[in-house]
């Protein structure tokens, strides 16, 4: 059996990036510092798995439009909640706009890009 640890993302502010996590999924900053070529880490999750968010020392370069099309491209992210209408509320209040609502077997799920263009799928079993 494997587990996900930790999924890395180039984000443009790794502080605002891991309030606004922090807002909608319960996280918290488990570690934040010094990374590769200079850059910035925080790892934002809870006890078993998180999110590293990097910030290069100059910032992030341009981000590509289509990423489906893109070796190795990130399409997004899922995160499974057990209230999907309380979370969607907390994405609202975050500023994002939900998109893409979808009931289908086993569960529920809605979609919301954040503020550097990275898609997030929360999904509900429930």
């Given at each position: 059996m494997a587990t996900l640890e930790h999924v890395n993302l180039t984000v443009s502010d790794i502080t605002a990036t891991g309030?606004?996590?922090?807002?909608v999924f319960g996280w918290r900053?488990?570690?934040?510092g010094g990374s590769?070529?200079?850059?910035?880490?925080?790892?934002?999750?809870?006890a078993t798995s998180y999110i590293a968010l990097y910030t290069p020392p100059d910032g992030p370069g341009q981000r590509s439009d289509e990423?489906?099309?893109?070796?190795?491209?990130?399409?997004?992210?899922a995160v499974v909640v057990d209230d999907l209408d309380a979370v969607?509320?907390?994405v609202r209040a975050a500023g994002f706009a939900p998109h893409s609502h979808a009931?289908?077997?086993?569960?529920?799920?809605?979609?919301?890009?954040?503020?550097?263009?990275?898609e997030w799928e929360v999904v509900s079993y429930a």
């Amino acid at each position: 059996m494997a587990t996900l640890e930790h999924v890395n993302l180039t984000v443009s502010d790794i502080t605002a990036t891991g309030r606004w996590l922090g807002a909608v999924f319960g996280w918290r900053e488990r570690w934040k510092g010094g990374s590769i070529h200079n850059g910035t880490t925080a790892h934002v999750g809870d006890a078993t798995s998180y999110i590293a968010l990097y910030t290069p020392p100059d910032g992030p370069g341009q981000r590509s439009d289509e990423s489906y099309f893109v070796r190795g491209g990130l399409n997004h992210v899922a995160v499974v909640v057990d209230d999907l209408d309380a979370v969607e509320a907390r994405v609202r209040a975050a500023g994002f706009a939900p998109h893409s609502h979808a009931d289908y077997e086993p569960g529920r799920r809605f979609y919301f890009d954040d503020a550097d263009g990275i898609e997030w799928e929360v999904v509900s079993y429930a």
